[in-house]
């Protein structure tokens, strides 16, 4: 994964090989905030910096910051994958709802970037 944190922030990053320069831009919210640097050193100062403006635009206008996701999650699988879900939860002796909060958190880290 190509991704970087920041003050609870992530920021998706990829290359642009026709102007040779990286590129980012802050997932997980409705405002589009991007950066881009010729250098990793200099890709990180931007994204911190792109963080830091918006939090101080938002503080400015009065904006209350937008943070990713509210923790609620609503998901669609096929019948038979939710049967093997449920009968898995209970042998566990969870709720469907805690036993997939686990396993979820399992495959997210393995795939999480490092944190700033």
């Known amino acids: ?12 990053v990829e290359f642009d090989s026709d102007d040779e320069i990286f590129v980012g831009h802050i997932a ?3 405002d589009r905030v991007g950066f881009h640097a ?4 200099d890709l990180k ?3 911190y910096e792109a963080v830091d403006d918006y939090l ?14 509210s923790g609620k999650m ?3 699988v ?5 049967r093997k879900a449920a009968i898995a939860a209970e042998l566990a002796g969870k709720s469907l709802n ?6 979820i958190e399992k495959a997210v880290k393995r795939k999480e970037p490092s944190t700033a």
């Open 78 to 82: 096929s019948p038979d994958i939710h």
């Open 45 to 47: 100062e931007a994204f």
């Open 1 to 12: 994964m190509n991704a970087m944190t920041y003050k609870g922030y992530m920021a998706r």
């Open 74 to 76: 609503m998901l669609r």
């Open 38 to 41: 010729d250098t990793v050193a």
């Open 98 to 103: 805690q036993w997939s909060e686990e396993i």
């Open 56 to 69: 101080e635009t938002c503080t400015k206008t009065g904006k209350t910051p937008q943070k990713p996701y």
């Open 28 to 30: 997980g919210i409705r």
